[in-house]
């Protein structure tokens, strides 16, 4: 049985990553489906593991050779999620997670209709500010546009399937997981799942 394509999207500082982390952590069925990308690593990042990174060239070349299930330019940098990868993934009956802002949600359900999208919010604008302050990676100019950015980002949360709140991580930990909980006990995924019981339960 095929697995079910998510969609996580999230403002920069809401906590996406952190977030689906700790849900993949705890829960090995899950898959992250990892991004390409032409932006440099940042410290304590990994090739193959944060993201592909590659450079303009070699992603261009992927988006004319029609490789990507989504692509977008953010940031002044270029990302796009594999085809073949997040297939793959999905036929070994994993559950797999795209981490993608809103264009590239925009894409996938165009392509993917069936995709379940949940859309990350802070839990204010302060907070939001005060979290990209933190990371202590950007001068003040960076932050505020990072902050003009997130509000765009968020204007469109109405696209999405569900929304979860990150103010307090377990209890948005615990919401995601109620939402993957759920959908593995949709009528379409127990039919196939518990068939031999509806089998025996329902002869005569």
């Not at 981490?99 to 990350?120: L, M, N, V």
């Not at 950015?149 to 377990?170: G, L």
């Not at 993957?180 to 006990?185: P, S």
Request: glycine fraction near 4%; charge should be negative.
């Amino acid at each position: 049985m095929s697995g079910q394509l998510y969609i996580i999207s999230a403002p920069s500082g809401a906590g996406k990553t952190s977030l689906v982390s700790a849900l993949v952590s705890a829960s090995p069925e899950i898959s992250v489906a990892i991004s390409h990308t032409t932006r440099a690593k940042r410290p304590g990042e990994h090739d193959g593991v944060n993201y592909h990174f590659v450079d303009q060239a070699e992603f261009d070349r992927m988006v004319a050779a029609d490789e990507f299930l989504e692509h977008a330019h953010v940031f002044d940098h270029s990302y796009g999620t594999s085809k073949a990868v997040v297939e793959t993934l999905l036929k070994t009956g994993a559950d797999v997670i795209l981490e993608i802002d809103w264009q590239g949600a925009q894409q996938i359900r165009q392509q993917k209709p069936d995709c379940c999208s949940i859309f990350i919010l802070p839990p204010s604008h302060n907070e939001l500010e005060q979290r990209l302050k933190r990371r202590g990676e950007d001068d003040n100019s960076i932050v505020e546009r990072r902050m003009r950015d997130a509000v765009a980002e968020m204007s469109h949360y109405k696209d999405f399937d569900f929304i979860v709140v990150n103010d307090d991580f377990h209890t948005a930990l615990a919401d995601l997981q109620s939402i993957i909980r759920a959908n593995r006990l949709r009528l379409a995924v127990q039919q196939l799942e518990i068939a031999p019981l509806l089998n025996d339960l329902l002869e005569k």
